[in-house]
């Protein structure tokens, strides 16, 4: 099991950029498929982006293709979320997700019942 922490949630203005981290520990980073969800009040939580273990492969919501982008540094165990040009819809709780399984090493997975590990979440606000 892989313990995840997200950091660099925040409160800013239409337009902005922001980039989200999370911390792993535990097993062997490099082994995981990372993800990021993120959930709205009242909303169902819904996939953001997720990255291959290499990075080599990434997928993204259609919502965000084009202005967000997952990357991961496997010496630093940390997989990162760029977020640019921040509209207001895309406020939310940000949760960054591990998944482990040899059927992820090309292309990682999208559904949230395929990542076993977890971060507490991190809030993201974005004013009109």
């Known amino acids: 099991q892989v313990q995840l922490v997200e950091s660099g949630g925040g409160l800013v203005q239409a337009g902005i950029s922001l980039r989200l981290s999370c911390a792993a520990s535990?097993?062997?980073?490099?082994?995981?498929?990372m993800g990021w969800f993120r959930q709205a009040p009242g909303k169902e939580r819904e996939f953001v982006a997720s990255i291959n273990w290499s990075g080599g492969n990434s997928y993204y919501a259609d919502s965000v293709k084009g202005r967000f982008t997952i990357s991961r540094d496997n010496a630093k165990n940390t997989v990162y979320l760029q977020m640019n040009s921040l509209k207001p819809e895309d406020t939310a709780v940000y949760y960054c997700?591990?998944?482990?399984?040899?059927?992820?090493?090309?292309?990682?997975?999208?559904?949230?019942?395929?990542?076993?590990?977890w971060g507490q979440g991190t809030q993201v606000t974005v004013s009109s």
């Open positions: 997700a591990a998944g482990s399984g040899s059927r992820w090493f090309l292309a990682p997975p999208t559904a949230a019942v395929d990542f076993g590990s």
């Open positions: 535990g097993r062997t980073f490099s082994s995981y498929a």
